[in-house]
T-cell receptor, first 114, second 112 residues
Framework: NAGVMQNPRHLVRRRGQEARLRCSPM?????VYWYRQLPEEGLKFMVY????????ESGMPKERFSAEFPKEGPSILRIQQVVRGDSAAYFC????????????FGSGTRLTVV | DQQVKQNSPSLSVQEGRISILNCDYT??????FLWYKKYPAEGPTFLIS?????DKNEDGRFTVFLNKSAKHLSLHIVPSQPGDSAVYFC???????????FGTGTRLTIIP
């Protein structure tokens, strides 16, 4: 039973380019969460999605960031016109939605903006 | 506004001894608390949790204590083993909310 799969593991983008981060939840999990970890900080919540719905995007920056979880395929976190401050580790988690203990994190995507 | 605080960035403990990691929170709406362990280049792994209706939860070598009046929780690891060397994050959530608020982490080093 594969865990939460994130790709790519590492992504380098030049300032102004777009970054697309993918997350495939665990089998049977219908809830997906994205978190960002800046250097020397804890994980910060960004967005919580269920299939085809954004449930809570209170942690998403107002501009350049968007997320989706389509009916088919992985969840995508998209960052347009990246800036150096977007450099961070982005973690996806999934859960069956029954309780928080079932929250499982992927290994993350490390985004570096040069 | 840091609602979950881990005031010790690092901690070194001799193998076999007890490791105690601390966490404080400010939001009185938090009622569920979790500890995660994280190795470099990996995602956080769930360790143990506690609901606000309890003051202690135990799982093998790991025990979490919750003091609601002080808004403080701690993770005890005994005996500490070299494989416990990692960064430990405390996280909290409010009832009905699947969003987790994390502390900044404590790097635990177990000295052989």
């Amino acid at each position: 039973n594969a865990g939460v799969m994130q790709n790519p593991r590492h992504l380098v983008r030049r300032r102004g380019q777009e970054a697309r981060l993918r997350c495939s939840p665990m089998k049977g999990h219908s809830h997906v969460y994205w978190y960002r970890q800046l250097p020397e900080e804890g994980l910060k919540f960004m967005v919580y999605l269920q299939k085809e719905n954004i449930i809570d995007e209170s942690g998403m920056p107002k501009e350049r960031f968007s997320a989706e979880f389509p009916k088919e395929g992985p969840s995508i976190l998209r960052i347009q016109q990246v800036v150096r401050g977007d450099s961070a580790a982005y973690f996806c988690a999934s859960s069956p939605g029954t309780d928080l203990v079932g929250y499982t994190f992927g290994s993350g995507t490390r985004l570096t903006v040069v | 506004d840091q609602q979950v605080k881990q005031n010790s960035p690092s901690l070194s403990v001799q193998e076999g001894r007890i490791s105690i990691l601390n966490c404080d929170y400010t939001n009185s709406m938090f009622d569920y608390f979790l500890w995660y362990k994280k190795y470099p280049a990996e995602g956080p792994t769930f360790l143990i949790s506690i609901s606000s209706i309890k003051d202690k939860n135990e799982d093998g070598r790991f025990t979490v204590f919750l003091n609601k009046s002080a808004k403080h929780l701690s993770l005890h690891i005994v005996p500490s083993q070299p494989g416990d060397s990692a960064v430990y994050f405390c996280a909290a959530s409010a009832w009905g909310n699947e969003k987790l608020t994390f502390g900044t982490g404590t790097r635990l080093t177990i000295i052989p």
